[in-house]
């Protein structure tokens, strides 16, 4: 995987090798992260650009009404990525355990268990997006026309919710298995093709916001069933052999392994959902400062998405080598990946930040068709803030990583929670009802990121996760390598 060109594998890379030089990173672990991470950043660019684009797309066809509707269906969308990343928790600790142990039957089940855990729980929520959509985003705005239009969006895009979930499960086991790449090429992939798919019916066929929700069903529907063709035979053609082959017909319903993904999973349930749910109120209290603010807030979310994705990378990363090296009952080594994930994630997040801030004016231009909207100021300076403040997810994500890999992921939860309902929630409530206004709104990107930094930090630095792993670790343990 190293000696594929790709900028983006080569700027991480010299990032890493650079840290080695300064004695911050061993230069072995470094371009193994690099190996694990780089695709996975690359995954999360694709998807975050289609995101933007998708709101790019339907701001310049319709307007910022449908910038707006779409914000306001955007939360409800979330909950597939919260619940079915609550599973996927669950799956790449026991997968990559089971991968560093050599235990082929426990990583089976762990998948086919998260299969049938996944499709349980988001099958419900895809009921509801498409029975009462208008009476869910009503919830959030008083716009008439942006609550018709996000509503029109929810209805369809819900449809997709089930597939969210088993892409993110097909994802965490190939990640667990020590080969993010492949992962990416799907994903990476399906992202594509919805921008593809988008830009024919949105402008093709003049479906707006409809066309926008389709799409992005269609492209999960494609990589679901590139992941289940892969897994299931072990290789797929066209991209290459899967790192691990699963038996789609053994047993589903395990208790035991039931019970550890709801056990790992719910708690990192719980921390996706806390943005989701607090889009809710944020929503509802951005929409006292009006459409114009609504917009530019949805618009600086799609940038900070696309700068948050080194996190996916080096978060995935950290998950997956410190799993291998705990299910090897190595723990010096998983600390050691630990520490220096975290120093790798933060310098990447700096160059990831300081490249947005130097074009957010062009950036936040290409999501509006009149460039003297009020809206692009009000997002640049969102922009800015938000490059100040993603810095520090390198030190949440990065120190959260092992805490996953271990089964540790209450306290993730927790300092999430703390950070979003805590502070940056009351933060912009005071500023859309005080003067202190856009101030509000930056200081609350701040408290989002820095909260969930220091609380994460200060739980790996106890090394109590070590202990807990012990109670998921296979008991086949593979000699290390």
Not at 29 to 55: E, I
Not at 449 to 474: C, D, H, L, M, Q
Request: charged share 10%; proline share 5%; aromatic share 8%.
């Amino acid at each position: 995987m190293l000696g594929i060109p790709n900028p983006v594998r080569i700027v991480i890379l010299y990032i890493g090798l650079a840290l080695g030089r300064l004695g911050l990173i061993d230069p072995h672990r470094a371009k193994r992260t690099t190996a694990l991470a780089w695709p996975r950043v690359v995954t999360g660019v694709a998807r975050m650009s289609k995101n933007a684009v998708d709101v790019a797309m339907v701001g310049v066809a319709v307007g910022s009404a449908a910038i707006a509707g779409v914000g306001f269906a955007g939360p409800f969308w979330g909950l597939a990525f919260a619940l079915g990343g609550g599973v996927a928790g669950g799956t790449i600790a026991l997968v990559s355990q089971s991968y560093g142990a050599d235990a082929h039957k426990d990583l089976g089940q762990a998948v086919r268990s998260s299969v049938l855990l996944v499709v349980v729980v988001t099958l419900p929520v895809a009921a509801i997006f498409w029975t009462i959509p208008t009476e869910l985003v009503s919830l959030l705005s008083s716009d008439a026309e942006a609550i018709a239009l996000g509503a029109a969006y929810l209805k369809l895009v819900g449809l997709g919710v089930p597939l969210a979930g088993l892409n993110l499960i097909g994802s965490r086991v190939l990640v667990g298995a020590d080969d993010s790449y492949i992962a990416m090429m799907l994903r990476a992939g399906g992202a594509i093709a919805n921008i593809v798919i988008n830009a024919v019916l949105i402008f093709g066929l003049g479906m707006g916001v409809e066309g926008a929700a389709i799409g992005t069903v269609l492209s999960n529907l494609i990589v679901v069933v590139a992941f289940a063709i892969g897994l299931t035979r072990g290789h797929l053609p066209g991209i290459g052999v899967f790192p691990v082959k699963i038996d789609p017909t053994g047993s589903y319903v395990d208790p035991a392994t039931l019970r550890d993904l709801v056990t790992i999973g719910l708690p990192v349930m719980g921390r996706n959902l806390v943005w989701t749910v607090a889009e809710f109120p944020m929503l509802s209290i951005l929409d006292i400062f009006g459409r114009d603010v609504v917009s530019a807030f949805v618009i600086a979310r799609r940038i900070w998405g696309i700068m948050n994705t080194p996190g996916w990378g080096f978060g995935l990363a950290s998950s997956s080598l410190v799993g291998q090296s705990l299910g090897k009952n190595d723990e010096d080594t998983a600390e050691s990946y630990g520490h220096e994930i975290i120093r790798f994630a933060v310098a990447t997040y700096l160059v990831s930040a300081a490249l947005v801030a130097i074009f957010a004016v062009q950036i936040v231009g290409a999501f509006v068709d009149d460039p003297n909207s009020p809206v692009v100021p009000i997002a640049v300076s969102l922009v800015y803030a938000a490059c100040i403040a993603v810095t520090l997810q390198g030190v949440s994500g990065g120190a959260a990583g092992p805490l996953d890999a271990s089964g540790d992921t209450k306290w993730p939860f927790y300092s999430q929670a703390l950070g979003m309902f805590g502070c940056s929630i009351p933060l912009t409530y005071v500023g859309a009802t005080t003067s202190l206004g856009l101030w509000g709104l930056y200081l609350a990107f701040v408290a989002e990121t820095s909260v969930p930094a220091a609380i994460n930090y200060w739980r790996f630095r106890t090394g109590k996760w070590k202990r807990i792993s012990e109670a998921y670790r296979p008991d086949a343990v593979a000699a290390d390598d």
